[in-house]
């Protein structure tokens, strides 16, 4: 079952959309409740959660744009680069395995998409991706750390793609940014052809809420604004992002339950004979086998949900499983051991 396009699982332990597992911080549920009746019947002002969000990332309040969560972001980004052109020619590069919405806001307004596989292990494919910019290129996806893989892209990469794409614009979509070492934003103000998008859904547990930003050059972000709905982030999820920024003690101790749920993932894959790939990310990709619809459904049997990557022509066997709260992780586990205990999980060295 799914709610437009979003795999709905039912009851259960949610570990497939890498939401956080453990909710939002205490301040946000205090700023929603204080939402007043005359607050909901006013349309929202957004000078007080601009300023929030661009002071929580160190940038002018003009180098920031709220969406309604990065996806909208995505969305509009393609729309702004190639929505006017009028050339079915334009090409996006966008690196694969990935996110699902560069692909289809890209298609939605007529890009020819360019798909770059991995390397070896999900290596990321910097010199696929320079061979594959061309005077036709409009924009560049570029994720890091990636999903559904965890992989990140090095600083000297991401510059080269930049600097190779100079005539394009170049998205570095940092959604998992907080749970692995270093932001582009430092970086951010030499290239007026990078937009940097960012998260309040997973870290900060707002997914519910739908909000995000993308952070650029004030002229970078003029076009992409002409193409944002007016009015398009509700009160509710501008007081939530306030409060959420807010609280400065809430990332770190959920960044340190994601670390330990990732070691916990690895050291149980170990265990039990099957594949995985270190992630900087909230999620651990593990390769199963040519049955793992199966493990996906005796998961869910066991009331843990997790995400089936295999039907993705570059992740073939996988699932993806979110690394949240440890206690989660440690049901996610024991959940994984039943089914390698049943033969349904393909180990290393042959069927089980």
């Given at each position: ?139 560049v996806f570029l994720n890091t750390p990636n999903n ?205």
């Open positions: 079952m799914t709610t437009q396009g979003i795999p709905s699982p039912g009851d259960g332990l949610r570990l497939h959309l890498n939401e956080n597992t453990g909710g939002c911080s205490d301040r946000v549920l205090a700023a929603v409740h204080a939402l007043t009746a005359t607050d909901l019947a006013t349309y929202p002002d957004y000078r007080r959660v601009v300023g929030a969000c661009a002071a929580h990332f160190g940038v002018d309040q003009d180098w920031v744009l709220l969406t309604n969560g990065l996806d909208e972001g995505i969305f509009v980004t393609s729309v702004a680069c190639f929505a006017r052109a009028h050339d079915a020619s334009l090409e996006a590069i966008v690196p694969v395995p990935a996110f699902d919405p560069y692909l289809t806001s890209a298609t939605a307004v007529g890009a020819r998409i360019v798909r770059v596989p991995p390397g070896p292990d999900f290596a990321f494919p910097l010199e696929g991706v320079l061979s594959t910019i061309t005077p036709k290129t409009r924009l559904p893989t965890g992989q990140t892209i090095s600083r000297e990469a991401l510059r080269q793609i930049i600097e190779a794409a100079s005539h394009a614009t170049v998205v570095i979509d940092e959604a998992y940014v907080e749970f692995a070492d270093g932001s582009f934003l430092d970086e951010l103000p030499r290239y007026r052809n990078v937009v940097v998008g960012r998260t309040f859904s997973k870290a900060y547990g707002l997914a519910g809420m739908r909000i995000g930003c993308l952070i650029a050059h004030p002229e970078t972000l003029e076009p992409i604004r002409t193409s944002t709905p007016v009015l398009n982030i509700n009160i509710v999820a501008a007081a939530a992002l306030q409060a959420a920024v807010s609280d400065a003690a809430f990332l770190p101790r959920y960044a340190a339950q994601v670390t330990a749920s990732r070691q916990r993932l690895y050291d149980a894959s170990r265990r039990f004979g099957i594949e995985c790939w270190p992630s900087a990310a909230n999620f651990v990709l593990v390769r199963v086998g040519e049955r793992a619809p199966e493990v996906v459904a005796a998961l869910a049997a066991q009331g843990v949900h997790v995400r089936d990557r295999s039907k993705d022509a570059y992740s073939p066997g996988c699932i993806r499983i979110t690394a949240g709260v440890v206690a989660h992780t440690d049901a996610a586990i024991s959940a994984l051991e039943a089914a390698v205990a049943s033969g349904v999980v393909t180990v290393r060295g042959g069927d089980k």
